[in-house]
């Protein structure tokens, strides 16, 4: 019997394709070493590359890091900025929150930001707006306009008719607390409650540091270096928040390109005093008083002046807190607003 074979195309074409699987590229080990020593290089650049970029932005590019974190404490105070043109000028503003309107006035030489700590806890219960006044932050700057207490009542006034608010909560801080008085007492109407955070224009305290440094020629509210600007952090906190020293030059050259408007504007202001007490004495609308009891640039005593000539005013003294409450204690802060509005307190965003 003849034995079967396989025919000898086969025999071939299985060589060849064995030859071909042979010869096919391989992962020789040479190649390898060089490809695992390019990954290797690549991750040690991208290890070192990308901190030493992170630092060359914080340390060069300081305005830059701040915007990105203002903005994720925007995002977490839940507000959103908004821009609308009220009386001629444009005005910036901050916005976030449900239930009833709140309209918050900053200080001088301040802006939008100084409510963003404070608001993290009102915007589960409130509407929050909080606008750079004219002047200040990112709102108009004219030069040729006035900035006495008076002219800045008929722009919030202006910006809340755009708002369409006919009826809202309004507080402020120092010059901005002094602007909120006069617009209670001008517009009563319109003005749920009045929330006053150590408002300048309290013309019977007792003189405040501030004004006995003012009255020998010196005013730390006027940035001229970054080593005024720290002196002005101390000043205005008793417990100052921490600050960056890359963010802290950036903020100090901020206050000193700043300065001569912030003059201007602080002449307005002399130019037309305002006796807060004579303005809101008598005045019915429901108001809280709030002032740090280690306040330098407006004597505490006013809060117990405020509190004897309004008819429903409470008065809150907070201990170890500056000029500033609501940016040195946000929680606390917020919490004697909620309580004075019969809200429960204790919330805050994303709680």
Not at 48 to 60: H, I
């Amino acid at each position: 019997m003849r034995r079967w074979a396989a025919p000898a195309e086969l025999t071939r074409r299985d060589l060849r394709c064995y030859l071909r699987s042979m010869n096919a590229p391989q992962s020789h080990p040479a190649s390898a070493r060089v490809s695992m020593k390019n990954r290797t290089r690549l991750l040690l650049f991208v290890l070192l590359a990308v901190p030493a970029l992170l630092a060359a932005v914080y340390f060069l590019l300081p305005g830059v890091v701040l915007t990105l974190a203002q903005r994720a404490e925007l995002r977490g105070a839940g507000l959103e900025q908004h821009g609308i043109d009220a009386a001629g000028l444009h005005i910036e503003y901050l916005s976030g929150g449900r239930g009833d309107a709140i309209v918050l006035l900053h200080g001088f030489s301040a802006d939008k930001s100084n409510w963003v700590r404070v608001a993290k806890y009102l915007t589960p219960h409130l509407r929050v707006i909080a606008p750079d006044l004219p002047g200040f932050g990112d709102s108009t700057r004219d030069p040729n306009a006035r900035y006495a207490i008076s002219d800045q009542v008929e722009r919030v006034h202006a910006f809340a008719q755009a708002l369409r608010l006919d009826s809202f909560h309004l507080g402020g801080n120092s010059m901005g607390g002094t602007i909120a008085g006069a617009y209670a007492a001008r517009y009563p109407h319109e003005v749920k409650t009045l929330w006053l955070l150590a408002p300048g224009g309290v013309r019977s305290a007792e003189p405040s540091e501030l004004q006995e440094l003012m009255a020998r020629g010196e005013n730390p509210l006027f940035i001229r270096d970054a080593d005024g600007f720290e002196r002005l952090l101390d000043f205005v906190f008793v417990e100052r928040p921490y600050i960056p020293r890359p963010i802290a030059r950036y903020l100090a050259e901020q206050g000193v390109r700043n300065r001569p408007f912030n003059e201007k504007i602080s002449a307005d202001l002399n130019g037309d005093p305002l006796a807060l007490e004579a303005t809101v004495k008598g005045l019915s609308v429901p108001a809280l008083i709030v002032w740090g009891a280690r306040d330098r640039l407006v004597h505490v005593s006013g809060a117990g002046i405020l509190g004897s000539v309004m008819p429903d005013a409470k008065v809150v003294v907070m201990p170890n807190v500056g000029h500033i409450p609501m940016v040195e204690k946000p929680a606390e802060t917020a919490a004697e607003l909620l309580r004075f509005l019969g809200i429960a307190a204790g919330t805050e965003r994303g709680a």
